[in-house]
Structure formats: structure tokens, C-alpha cells
């Protein structure tokens, strides 16, 4: 099986010094989830942003290496961001409900992109609410502000508004840190059914969450890459010792 | 003495108390005392012929028509030159400048420009719009003058606007494929705008009662006839009562107190726009 | 459809980022036009005589000095009052009283800042002059004291607006840092809280400052325009005439191009150049604040 992405010694330094990443080298499979997780500062979050270039917003001093998608480098200068921002969803930690109704929200990302013919629009809105596993909790307040829901549903309003856009990898920064456990499950659940067409990568807010939902988990430890393996191996039989002393809760 | 302070602590502090309040009640009077003067003064003065009539026997009788359009037409003439320009510089300093050096000498370009006294913007409009473009004393000149005195207040009003509109916003926009420009237009724009709207009509509102801008670049005492295009002078409302009130003799008391009221009525009706504006932008708000 | 949004997003850009640097292009344009027509007074009124005491053009006796001591005297004056009522007036709606004066006495005092000055010029000569004549029992109301009386009032708004907001931005911690020690309401006001926001006191002082020196409406109307030297205390009791006023009195009665003409610029300019230093030393005042408090925050 091909690599859906790889990371090729992937180094980023901070405007402000600290120093994120040091010389990662992995690669994602496709049509599975793959966890980054460890303790804060890790750099997990880093690299996310940087597979959809979000890093570019904020100041970078330096950074070296490749990440291939499908074969073709995205750090390089000539990739068309827009469009990778299109293919390589992301859903952040704190639902961010845009400022306009429900149905808005999700047709947001398809607008941008010059979609405006209404029947496009609403057979999107279905499917991506269906996916993300929250179309009938919703189907009759479409036009509501989305801000008027709750914490959990709004998240899910989130991740479906990415989805709208018929990405091939999705990522997610933390997305149930704020919600309550039946709202944490039910995104658990909507994950494992998106992982059967999508590359899923996932920072947890849990040791335990990452255990859940794993494939394959990759420990990072203050900007590097610790240890990298198959998700069942890796909670049961870490290789490394610092993977261990943290899944056992002996640091944090 | 300060045992005697601390011993009586809570006496200090009533006191205290009481003396800053008469302070604060002291500093309100007047603003409510002038306002409602102003008005048991000027109200018998108005009638629909003040409103509606022009002036006549050297301004002694008559209407002041032509100081209130003339006072609208400066106060369009300049929104039309700063709210544009205001708003564009706004959203530069919020969503495209960097900090450093540049940034912060147009910071303080703008400061300067707002600590400017109004009678050398009057001036600096007479070098340069009267005579050096040679556009003569005329609702242009000082239309071009009033706007570069309101820039800076439109633009840092605008800006805290644009400012207050939450990172994440814009941060999802992004990451969803938009530019930067789109989700300027489609999202922080437009939930900026009631407190770019407050800003730019409490900018005008100033605009619209001074006087020393426009003394000579574009004010007169007396036209015959409304101006017909923006190279003419205009009569207008700051200007008219100064001079009613300072240099024609046997003025009547009660015109010169019914343009008070007049131009009073002007600032204070766009003052009270702007406030329900913002308070109701308030309580829309979606985050 | 790419390609056609990318173009016009480029210009958009551009006229943006244009607008941005409008503000400097301004200041310059003001700066050298002031320039080139105060510039010819330099060389046809010697500088002693410029710096003279007496103020009359029509006999081509061009002392700025009365109208620079009739400007101070009256900002002095204004400042005496705008600061002790503008700070308390803040003091007030931040930390004393209650929520619901609070959202009465803003808006209010913004009001009172959007009132034309030329309606409180026309208010000072039609009641608060004469009342002043006879309460203080002077030959004239016009006087530098009225001037001040209005001015301050003029001012106070901007001071109560500024010294508020960094009145109400001092974190509630440090209030309740104090409470817990004990201080009364009172003690915490004038020993935390006012400190912890000095340097936007001082800046809403400042603006304030700047507003009453750059005002002229109000003063042109109601100080008498005598260009006297002002030297005494009496001097606030009788009638000054500030740099302001000048230009705005005599500017509409010169020939372009006459000595008076240029010398009426030149006043300009040197306005121009005080508020310049005054929003200066404002805001290095509030950026070296800013850049300690980063650092101790940090």
C-alpha cells in the first residue's frame, strides 16, 4: 500500500526560537487513522498545520524538509494552497461556528470556491451532515445561526462543513477536549465510518482516546518523533521507554 | 495624619466617595443644562418658514435653508473622500500589516493627524485645495479638507472594529480555502460593519459642526441661491451662527438660538443613530 | 474562475495596502505645504521683531510672543479644570458607580464631546460671559478664564473617554488582589487601580491638553482678542488672544502673498509642531509602558 502522505526530515523553527519540529520522517496510510499523540508542546499540532499549509499565517523563521501528498511536495512555493486547502481538511479544537446559519456554514468552503447552483449546494449540505453523523438532529433548523447549538453538535456542524468540500484527508487538532462523553463518542463513532473513504489523523486529547480510535500512533516528544508503530502494538507493547513512562502516566 | 487616615478608614472613603461623585455630577449638568437651554431658547424660533425659507433682511428674518443643505452637502462631500479611504486603511492595519517600523510610523502619522487643530487644517485646505489646485472656496475644497481631518478618526474606530472581530474566524475561513481577501469581505467586514458604521457616522457628526475648516476654504455668509455644483461656496450651519452671533448687529436673539437648535438637532440626531446602531449590533451578535 | 479572482484580489491588495500609507502621505503633504508658505516670513520679518511683544500687523508689528502666552494661559486654565473633572468624572463611571449610571453617563459624555464648538462659543458669549461680568465684577466677560471654562469643558470629554478605558482595562485582579488585603474601595482606587493605569491617565491628560490648545471656535468668541502680553495672574481676568483665533480672525482679511498672509502660516506651523511633539512624547509615554509591562508580564 502506498503512503497517502510522507514526511521527509521535516524540520521547523519558530520566529520566536522555540523550536517545533526536529527531523520527522514518517509516512500516513490511506483509509485509516493515524494518531499523534503526547505530551503538550509535542509539536503534534505543528504538524498538522503544516500538512495544510496553515502555517504559513504565522511567522516561521526557518524550515526544511518535504511532505509529499500523493507524490507531489506541497511545501514548494508553485503548489496552488487553495486547493490543498480544499483536499486536507481541518477541524480545531474549540468548535468555531461561523457567524451565519447552519446550512451557511456547511455551503461556506463550496461558495468560496464560485459553487453557487442551489441543487449542488443542498444535496451537499445532506450528505455532509449525514456523514458527520448529526443531519437529524438538525434537518428542520437548517437556517438557524449555528451558534445556537450545543457544544457537541456544533463540532459536528464543523467537521461536516469540511467534508462539504469532499476532502481526501482530514485532520483534527483536539476536536472533543471541550465536549461532554456521549458528544466525544458519537465523533469517535463518525470517525471510524469516515477512516472506510478518508486519511483521518487525529491529535487526541486523551492517552485513552488515542487508544480508542488508533490504527497507527506516532509519540512525539518536544518536537521529535519517539516512536511510530501499529496502534495495538504501540499501547500494549511501547517500544521505547519514554512511550511507555508516558502512556503509563509516569510524566505528562 | 496618616493614622488619622487609616484609623478612619471608612469616613475617608465616604467622603472620598461623595467628592467624586459631586465631580462626576458636576461635569454632566452642564452637558444636560446646555441641551435643554438650548432648546427652551431656540424651539420658538422654529417653524416649517425657518426650516424651509431662506434668509433675508441681512439674515435678521427668514428661513436658514440653505446653511442646512449646504451643512449636508459638506457632510456627503466628505464621507464620500474618507469613509472609503478610512475603511481601506483600516483593514490594512488590521489584516495585512505587519509590526514594525512602517506599521508604527503610520500609527503615528495617524496620531498626528487627529492632534491636528482644525484652524490649520483650514489653512493647509487654503494652500493647497483653494489656491495651489485652484479648485476657488468651494463645497470641493472644503469637502477634501474636512476628510482628511476625520481620516484618522475613522480609521482607528474602524480598525478596533475590524480587531474585534474573533482570530478563529478568520483562521477557519482560511483553512476552508478562502484568501485572504475573501474572508476579509465575506466574513470580518461584515461583522465589523456596525462598528465601522458607528465610527464613520460619529466622524461625520464632527465634521459636520465645525467651523474653522471650512472659514476659508469654502464657507459663505450669504448666497442667493443654493449651490449648483461642488466648485461653488456654500452657506453652512457652524458658520452661519458664528457669524449671526458675532458680527451682525441687531441679530435677533431668538434666530441665533434657533440655529443653535438647528445645527444641535443635526449633530445630536447622528449621535443617537450611532449609539442604537451599536447597542443593537451588540445584542445580534453571533459571537 | 481562478485565474480572474486572483487578478482582481491583486488589485484590491494593492489599493489596501496604498490606503494604508495614505496616512503618511498626508502628514507630509500637511507638514510641507505649511512649510512653503510660512517659509517667506523668515525672510522678511526679522526674528527679533517675530519674537516681539507686540502683535499688529497693520503696522507690520509681527510679535507672536502675546499669542503664544495667550494660548498657554488659557490651555493652562482648561487643563486646571479638564484634568481634576475629566479624572474624577472617569474615576466615577469606572470604579464607583453602578452599572446602570454607567451605561447613562458614557454615552453622555460622549455627547457632550461631539457638541460643536462653535454652539459653546455661542453659549459663552450669550450667557456665561455676561453672568462672569457681574458675578466677578470685571470690565469685560471676554476673558482668558471663560476661554478656560469652555475649553475645559471642551476638553473633558476626551479625558473621561480615554482615562476610562485604561481605568476599566486594569485587570479585576489587581482590585481584588487588594481587597483581599484589606484596603477599602477607596484606598484601592488611588493606590493600585490609578497607578496600574498611569500611563492612559496620562495619555487621556495629553489628548485633553491637545484638544484645548488646538481649539478655536470657542476661544475666538469668547477671550476678548486683545493680543496682550499676558504676564500677570490678572491677566486670566482680562481679554488674550490665542494663536488660533489669530489665524482664524485675520486669515480671511490678508492678500495672498502679503507679509501677514505668511506670518498667519507660519503660526500654523508652529501649532503643527507642538501638537507634533505633544502626540509624540504621548505615545512613546504609552509604548515604553507597554513594552515594561510585556516584560514583566512575560
Not at chain 2, 94 to 106: C, F, G, M, P, W
Not at chain 2, 233 to 258: C, D, K, N, R
Request: net charge positive; proline share 5%.
Amino acid at each position: 500500500m502506498v503512503d497517502k502522505i510522507l514526511i521527509e526530515n521535516l524540520s521547523l523553527q519558530y520566529a520566536d526560537g522555540t523550536e517545533s519540529l526536529q527531523n520527522i520522517s514518517m509516512g500516513i496510510r490511506p483509509n485509516a487513522v493515524t494518531v499523534l499523540f503526547g505530551p503538550a508542546g509535542g509539536g503534534k499540532s505543528t504538524l498538522l498545520r503544516c500538512l495544510n499549509r496553515l502555517n504559513d499565517l504565522t511567522d516561521i523563521k526557518t524550515s526544511s524538509g518535504r511532505i509529499l501528498i500523493d507524490g507531489e511536495n506541497i511545501l514548494d512555493p508553485k503548489t496552488d494552497v487553495i486547493a490543498l486547502r480544499r483536499k486536507v481538511g481541518m477541524v480545531f479544537a474549540r468548535p468555531v461556528p461561523l457567524p451565519m446559519s447552519i446550512r451557511e456554514n456547511i455551503t461556506y468552503g463550496m461558495e468560496l470556491a464560485g459553487e453557487n447552483r442551489r441543487s449542488v449546494l443542498d444535496e451537499a449540505v445532506e450528505r455532509s451532515l449525514k456523514l458527520a453523523a448529526i443531519w437529524e438532529e438538525v434537518k428542520d433548523r437548517l437556517n438557524d445561526p449555528a451558534v445556537a447549538l450545543s457544544g457537541g453538535q456544533q463540532q459536528r456542524v464543523c467537521l461536516a462543513r469540511v467534508l462539504a468540500l469532499q476532502p481526501e484527508i482530514i485532520l483534527l487538532d483536539e476536536p472533543t477536549s471541550g465536549l461532554d462523553p456521549i458528544s466525544t463518542g458519537k465523533v469517535e463513532m463518525a470517525l471510524q465510518e469516515l477512516k472506510k473513504n478518508y486519511t483521518v489523523i487525529l491529535v487526541p486529547h486523551s492517552v485513552q482516546q488515542a487508544a480508542r480510535t488508533a490504527d497507527y500512533a506516532a509519540f512525539f516528544l518536544q518536537g521529535e518523533l519517539i516512536e511510530y508503530d501499529d496502534g495495538k502494538k504501540i499501547f500494549t507493547t511501547p517500544k521505547e521507554k519514554k512511550t511507555e513512562d508516558y502512556i503509563m502516566g509516569r510524566f505528562g | 495624619m496618616t493614622r488619622f487616615f487609616a484609623r478612619n478608614r471608612h469616613t475617608v472613603q465616604r467622603l472620598g466617595f461623595t467628592l467624586i461623585t459631586l465631580v462626576a455630577v458636576m461635569t454632566v449638568i452642564p452637558i444636560v443644562g446646555v441641551i435643554i437651554f438650548i432648546v427652551y431658547q431656540g424651539g420658538p424660533a422654529i417653524s416649517t418658514e425657518f426650516i424651509t425659507g431662506f434668509p433675508y433682511d441681512g439674515m435678521r428674518s427668514g428661513g436658514i435653508l440653505p446653511a442646512i443643505i449646504g451643512t449636508l452637502y459638506l457632510t456627503i462631500g466628505t464621507a464620500v473622500f474618507s469613509v472609503p479611504l478610512g475603511i481601506a486603511a483600516a483593514i490594512y492595519l488590521s489584516e495585512y500589516a505587519k509590526d514594525n517600523q512602517a506599521t508604527r510610523l503610520i500609527r503615528l502619522a495617524i496620531i498626528n493627524l487627529a492632534g491636528i487643530p482644525s484652524v490649520v487644517y483650514g489653512l493647509f485646505g487654503l494652500g493647497l485645495f483653494v489656491l495651489f489646485l485652484k479648485f476657488g472656496t468651494s463645497i470641493l475644497a472644503a469637502s477634501l479638507t474636512l476628510s482628511i481631518m476625520t481620516l484618522p478618526v475613522i480609521i482607528s474606530t474602524s480598525e478596533e472594529a475590524l480587531r474585534a472581530v474573533p482570530q478563529s474566524f478568520r483562521t477557519v475561513s482560511i483553512s476552508l480555502g478562502a484568501t485572504r481577501w475573501q474572508t476579509i469581505r465575506r466574513i470580518v467586514l461584515k461583522e465589523a460593519l456596525p462598528g465601522i458604521l458607528t465610527g464613520v457616522i460619529l466622524g461625520l457628526e464632527r465634521a459636520a459642526g465645525e467651523t474653522a475648516p471650512i472659514l476659508f476654504t469654502g464657507a459663505a455668509f450669504f448666497l442667493p441661491r443654493l449651490p449648483g455644483s461642488p466648485f461653488d461656496a456654500t452657506m453652512a450651519l457652524p458658520y452661519h451662527l458664528f457669524v449671526i452671533s458675532t458680527q451682525v448687529p441687531e441679530m435677533p436673539i431668538q434666530i441665533q438660538y434657533g440655529t443653535a437648535l438647528v445645527l444641535l438637532v443635526f449633530v445630536l440626531t447622528m449621535n443617537v443613530i450611532a449609539t442604537i446602531i451599536r447597542s443593537r449590533a451588540r445584542a445580534r451578535r453571533q459571537w | 474562475m481562478e485565474k480572474s479572482l486572483n487578478w482582481r484580489e491583486f488589485i484590491i491588495t494593492r489599493a489596501i495596502k496604498a490606503s494604508g500609507y495614505s496616512a503618511i502621505v498626508f502628514v507630509l503633504l500637511i507638514f510641507f505645504f505649511l512649510l512653503r508658505e510660512s517659509l517667506p516670513t523668515l525672510t522678511r520679518v526679522e526674528t527679533s521683531s517675530l519674537l516681539g511683544t507686540r502683535w499688529y500687523p497693520i503696522e507690520d508689528y509681527f510679535g507672536i510672543l502675546p499669542l503664544i502666552t495667550g494660548s498657554l494661559v488659557v490651555t493652562l486654565g482648561a487643563a486646571l479644570i479638564a484634568i481634576p473633572f475629566g479624572i474624577g468624572t472617569a474615576v466615577y463611571i469606572s470604579e464607583i458607580a453602578p452599572r446602570w449610571m454607567r451605561e447613562i453617563l458614557k454615552p453622555l459624555v460622549e455627547l457632550l464631546g461631539g457638541l460643536p464648538s462653535v454652539v459653546l462659543g455661542f453659549l459663552g458669549i450669550l450667557v456665561v460671559s455676561p453672568f462672569l461680568r457681574v458675578f466677578l465684577d470685571l470690565p469685560t466677560g471676554l476673558t482668558a478664564f471663560t476661554g478656560s471654562l469652555l475649553l475645559g469643558g471642551i476638553a473633558v470629554p476626551t479625558v473621561v473617554s480615554v482615562a476610562e478605558d485604561a481605568l476599566d482595562s486594569v485587570p479585576r485582579a489587581y482590585r481584588e488582589g487588594a481587597w483581599a488585603l484589606g484596603a477599602t474601595k477607596w484606598q484601592t482606587i488611588w493606590r493600585v487601580t490609578l497607578p496600574a493605569a498611569k500611563s492612559g491617565v496620562l495619555t487621556a491628560i495629553m489628548l485633553g491638553i491637545g484638544r484645548a490648545i488646538g481649539e478655536t471656535m470657542t476661544v475666538m468668541m469668547v477671550t476678548g482678542n486683545a493680543p496682550v502680553l499676558a504676564t500677570t495672574l490678572g491677566s486670566l481676568f482680562s481679554p488674550v488672544r490665542t494663536m488660533t483665533a489669530t489665524i482664524a480672525a485675520e486669515m480671511g482679511e490678508v492678500a495672498t502673498g502679503s507679509t501677514h498672509y505668511h506670518v498667519l502660516f507660519f503660526i500654523g506651523i508652529v501649532l503643527f509642531l507642538i501638537s507634533l511633539i505633544v502626540n509624540v512624547i504621548a505615545s512613546s509615554v504609552v509604548f515604553r509602558a507597554k513594552k515594561r509591562a510585556e516584560r514583566i508580564l512575560s
